[in-house]
C-alpha cells in the first residue's frame, strides 16, 4: 500500500449513472491483485470528508494505468464525476485481500450485481489470462444502468425489468445454469448488493454440493488500512467481526455471518 | 542557517520527541500504518483502547460521516489485554517514538487490573486512562463526567505506576476545568482532550438511528473550535500539561491548540484522510517556531499565557 | 390527488400553523427578511433577544467562519425592551405567523421585569426563554446549566403569563435531559433545543483569540450531529413538545429532529446562507409526508416512541 | 433586494491575484446604486458556508450585467475564481447604503486602496455621466497588483514599492493634490483597507478646511441584511455601533469611531 497522486487520463460515462475512471499511477507503483481496492480522497475539502473505497477494474502493470468503475451515489461519487482529464487524484492503494484462483478444472462462475461490476471485469480477465473458461453473470436494475461495451461477448445479462437479458436477478442466471447441468464443484465469485450476495451464497449452498463461495463485501470506511475497527463484518468466529478493509474485501462466504 | 529548536515535551517523567501525536483509535496498534509513515518520527503514538478482556465492539455500522465531520459507534472494540501483550506489544516496544496505552475499562477495578497487567507483560511509555468514550453502555464517558469518580480513579491508578498517567477528558461536561483539576488532584501526568462529542444521525428512509446505539461521538473538522474552547479553559485552569486535540485538519490548528495552552497536540480522524498530516503538522509547527523565532514549545504560550 | 396534512403544532395554548419557525437571531426582528421571503408562510418567528434596557453587544469581530460552521459572538446586542415596543412591535403583530420573543437577561429580575414590560407593552404570541448565550459574561448559560435555577425562572415567569413559555436549552451541559425536566417542572410550555455550542479560534497571525471574548457560539452544519443527539435524549426525557435546531442546512435534517421527537424545528445560520431555506424545509417536510402517509406531525413520532 | 440565480459571462485575471466577474441578471432586477454590494454564495458545499460580500464595479441597466472586481484571498475567493463562463451564481442584492453624490461645483476625489477599486470605479463612471470631473487616485502594494486596463486614463498611481506611479500610499497623493492646491470643500471617497482610510481621513480632517469624508467599509458578514447584529463598526452615538450590511457599507467618515 502506498499514496500516490495519480493523474486522470479519462472519466467517463458508461452506462446510466455509471463511470469508467482511468488514471496513470507514477513509479515506483504497486500491482493490485484482483478483488483489491484503493482509496481516493475526493475534493479537497471538509465535506466529503472520509477517503471512499473503489476495487480496481482493470490494472495495466506496464504503464500504471488503473481503472475503476463506479456509480453516483452521493455526495463524493457526485464530485468525482466531475474530475477531468488531467486532473490529479489522491490514490491510496492497493488496499486488501483479493480473489484466490481457482483450482485447475474448476468452472469458475462470476455474479456481479450493480456496480459490483467492475472487480468481476478484472477477475475475469485475470481468469481467461490463466487458461478458465469463466462464465460472467451480470444483473441491473435495468438495461440502461448496465456499461455493456465493457462486458465479454458471452457475457449473461439479468434485469429486474427485463428490459434486456433475462428478466429477474443474477440468481436466476445461476438457477438456468444449473439445469444446463453445468455445475459441478463451481467456483462462485460474487460482488454486489449485500442482499444479492446473501441470496445466492444461501441458495448455493443448499442447491450446488460442494459450492465454494467467495464473495466481495462493501462497508463503510474509516481508515481502509485495518486501525480503526469501523469496516467490520459479522463472521462466524469467536471473535465476532473481520474487518473488511484488511481481512476482506474478499472472503470466502462460510466465514460470514449472513443472518 | 537552520536554527535549532527543542521540540521535546515533558510528561511526568517521560519526554516525548516533539509534541506531535496520533490519537487512539485513529492509529490501530501503529503496525496498520508502518507502510504510510515513519512511524518512529510521530512524537508518540497513543493506542487503540485496550481493556482487560477482549471486545468485539459494537453492531454495525460504526461509521458514519457528517456535515464535516464522523461519528463513530466502534464500542473499544479491541483485543484485550493477553493478546495486546502478546501480538501488539513487541512491535510497539520496538519503536523509537514514545507509544501511550489508551486504557479503558467498565468499572473502576477494570482500569486497575488492565493497568496492573499491562504493567506487568507489556510495560510501554505511559497510560492515557479513556474515561470519555461515549460508545459504551457503562464505564467511559459514566466515570468520565463526574469529577469525583475521575480523582478516586486516577488516584488509585497512581499508587500503581511510576508512568505518565494522561487522563483523557470529555467535552460533554458543563465543566470541563473542574474534571481536569480533578484528574490533577488525583495525581495525573496530564490531561488529553477533547475526546469525542455526542452525536447522532438518523436515516430517513428506514426511520432510524443510523447507529445501533443510536448515538455515537463526533469527532473531525467540525468539533475544532469546540475542542479549543476546551484546551483554553482547561489550561487556565491546572498547572499540569495538557494535550489538545479534536478536528485539527492542518498545522495552523495544531499551533492554535499551542497558543491556547497546549504542550502537545494529537491528530485523530484527519489521520484517514491524509496518513501523512501527523508529520506534516509537525514539519508546520516548526516552521511556525522559525517564522516567529520561538524556540521551545513553551514558547507558544507567552502569547495567551496559562495563568 | 393532493392530500391534506394537518401541519398544525400545539405549544401550551399557541397552534403554530406548521412546525418551521426561524431561529433567534438569525431572522432580526423579521422585517429584515421581508423583501426576500413571505414572512407569513413561516410557522414561527422567534425575534433576536430582547432585554430590558438595550445592549451594544460585543466587541468586534463578533462573527468568524470555522470549518463547516458559525462562530458568533454578538452578546445579546438588541435594542432594548422599550424601543421594541415602540419600532419592532408595530411590524410583528401585524404579521399572519405566529411570533415568539426570545426573552434574555443577566439575573432572574431581568427576565421577570422584561416579560412583565412586554406582557403589557408588546404583547406578542409567547415567550423563548434564553437562558443558554454563551455570549455574556453573566446571566444566559450560568442559569441555562444549573436545573435549580431554570426551574425557580420558569416558575417564577409561569405565574406572570397564561402565554406559551419555552425554555431555550444549551447544549454545554453534562446532562441536558436534567434542565429539560426542570423546565418542565417549572412549567413550561415546551423547550427549544439547541442554543449555540461553546466554542473558540485563535488567529496564529495576531496570536489572540479572533473573538473579543476569546470564545463564542458555534452553530451550523458541524453541530448538527449534536443538536440531534440532544433533541433524541430531551424528548425522551420530558412529555411537552420539544423544539429542534442547530445546524440544519436541508430538509432531510428537519425531518431527523421531526423522527428523533421534536414536534417542531427552527431554521438558524443557514438562513443568512438561503433566506428562502425555512419554507424549503417545509416543503420538503410535506412532500416526506405525502411519500410516508403521514397526515399529522405527531406522526413522525411512531417510529421511534419519545417513551 | 433580490436572490438571483445569474449566469457568469466572464470570471478573468486583471492584475495579480485580482480577477474581473462579470454575470447577468435575469430580469426582473434591480439596479444597484454607487457603492451598493451584493453577496455571493460560493460553491454549494459547507465550507465556504457564508455568503460573501462583493461591491458592484459596474452594471449595466439595459441588459442586467453586473460586474465586480476581486482578490484571492481565501477559500471561498479562491473557489470563486474557478468559476467559469456559464457557470451560475446564486447572488443577493444589492444591498446596504451606496454614496451620496456631490452637491454642484464640488470636486470629487476619489481614493481607492487595494480592491476598494470596484466601487470607486462605478463611482467614477457615474460622477462623470453626472457631468464631474473626479479625481482618481489608486494605490497598492505594487504595479502588478493594479488591473490598470480597467482605469480611466487620468488615474493617478502610488505603489508601496515604486514600482509604477509614486512611490508611497493613496495619502502622498492626496497630499501632493494638496500642495497643486486643487482642493477647497472635497468631497473624499475612500475605499480600501482600514488603516489606509482611517489614515486619509485623520489626516483630512487636520488637512483640509471642510472636507467631507465618505468612506465605504468592510466587515465580516453574517445575514448582509440587517437581522444578526455581526457586522457592526463602532461609531459616534450613543448607540455605540452601526451595522455594515444596512446602514454602510458607506458611512460618514465623522460619524465612525477611528479610534
Ligand atoms: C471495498 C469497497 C470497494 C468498493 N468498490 C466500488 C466500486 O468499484 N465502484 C463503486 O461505485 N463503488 C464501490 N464501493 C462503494 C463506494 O465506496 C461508495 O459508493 C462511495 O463511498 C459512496 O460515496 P458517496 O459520498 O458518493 O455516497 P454517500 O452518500 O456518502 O453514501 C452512499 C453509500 O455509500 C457508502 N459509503 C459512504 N461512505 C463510505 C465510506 N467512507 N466507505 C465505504 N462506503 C461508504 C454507504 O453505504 C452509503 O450508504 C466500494 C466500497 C468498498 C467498501
Ligand atoms: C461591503 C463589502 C464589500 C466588499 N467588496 C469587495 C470587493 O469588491 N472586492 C473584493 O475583493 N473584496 C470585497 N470585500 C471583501 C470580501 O468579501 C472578502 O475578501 C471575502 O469575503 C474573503 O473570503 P475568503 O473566504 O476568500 O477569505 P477568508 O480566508 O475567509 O477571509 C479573508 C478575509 O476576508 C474577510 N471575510 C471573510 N469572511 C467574510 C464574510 N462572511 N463577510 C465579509 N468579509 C469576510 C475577513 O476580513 C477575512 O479576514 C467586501 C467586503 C464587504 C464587507
Ligand atoms: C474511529 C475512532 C475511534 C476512536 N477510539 C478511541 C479510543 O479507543 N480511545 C480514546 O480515548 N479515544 C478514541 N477516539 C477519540 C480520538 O482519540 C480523539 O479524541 C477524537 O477523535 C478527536 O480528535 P479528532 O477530531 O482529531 O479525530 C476515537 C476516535 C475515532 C474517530
Ligand atoms: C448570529 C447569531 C445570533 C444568535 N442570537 C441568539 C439570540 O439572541 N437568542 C437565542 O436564543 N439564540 C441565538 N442564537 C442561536 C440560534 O437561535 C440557534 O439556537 C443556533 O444558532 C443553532 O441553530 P443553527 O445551527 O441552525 O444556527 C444566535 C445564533 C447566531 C448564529
Ligand atoms: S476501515 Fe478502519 S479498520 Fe477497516
Ligand atoms: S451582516 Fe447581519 S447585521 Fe450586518
Redesign the interface.
Known sequence: MQTKTAKVLANEVVASGVYKLVARVPEPFEIPQVGQFLTIRIGEGIAPLLRRPFAYSNFDSSNGTLELIYEKRGNATSLLSSYQANDSIDILGPLGKGFTMPANGTLPVLLAGGVGIGPMLFLYQELVNHGFKPILIVGARSAERLPRELFPKATILYTDDGSIGGKGTVLDGLISLKSRSLLNHPLLYLCGPHVMMRVVYLWSKSNLSKASVQVSLEQTMGCAVGACMGCVVKIHHQKGFARVCCEGPVFDGDLINWE | MAKTFDLRVKIGSLTLSNPVGVAS?????GS??E??IPVDQIGAIYT?AVTLE?R??NE?????????????S?GL??VGSREFALSKYPFLKGLKCSVIVNLAGSYEDDYVKTLDYLEEHAALDGYEINVSCPNVKCGGMAIG?DPSMVQKLTERLRTRTQKPLIVKLSP???DIAAIAMAAQDGGADAVSCINT??????D?KS???ILPM??GG?S???????A??AV?KVSRAISIPVIGMG?I?EP?HA??FL??GADAIQTG?I??????MSLKVLEGIRA?MDKEGLTRVADFHQ??PRS
Open positions: 483509535g485513529t492509529f490501530g496498534y496498520e500504518y507502510q504510510l487503540k477482549p468485539s465492539g454495525i455500522p460504526r461509521i458514519v460521516e457528517t456535515p464535516g465531520g464522523l461519528l463513530n466502534i472494540a479491541n463526567t460533554n461536561v458543563t462529542v455526542v452525536g447522532m444521525l438518523i430517513t426511520k432510524r438511528p443510536s448515538t463526533l473531525g473538522p467540525a468539533i475544532f473550535p469546540i479549543l474552547a483554553w478536528g485538519t495552523d499551533i492554535q497558543l491556547a480522524t489521520n484517514f484522510v491524509d496518513p501523512l511556525f502569547f495567551l
